[in-house]
């Protein structure tokens, strides 16, 4: 058994914050899809998608001391 208590163990932001990670994917790719076809922004809007691993990193990232 270790000291750190439950809340450093979970997400940041507990439910929301998996909630969170859970719905940034979609979004992400809603937002590529609507610039893709409506600005053919094809070439840059794939940037998007980065925020999958970034929203995921701060979630459940290192842990918060």
């Given at each position: 058994?270790?000291?750190?208590?439950?809340?450093?163990?979970g997400?940041?932001?507990?439910?929301?914050?998996?909630?969170?990670?859970?719905?940034?994917?979609?979004?992400?790719?809603?937002?590529?899809?609507?610039l893709?076809?409506?600005?053919?922004?094809?070439?840059?809007?794939?940037?998007?998608?980065?925020?999958?691993?970034?929203?995921?990193?701060?979630?459940?990232?290192?842990?918060?001391?």
């Amino acid at each position: 058994m270790t000291n750190e208590s439950p809340s450093q163990n979970g997400p940041l932001g507990g439910r929301t914050g998996a909630t969170v990670v859970a719905i940034v994917p979609i979004v992400a790719l809603v937002v590529f899809l609507i610039l893709g076809f409506t600005l053919g922004a094809w070439a840059w809007a794939w940037v998007f998608f980065l925020a999958i691993p970034i929203v995921a990193l701060i979630v459940y990232g290192p842990s918060r001391s």
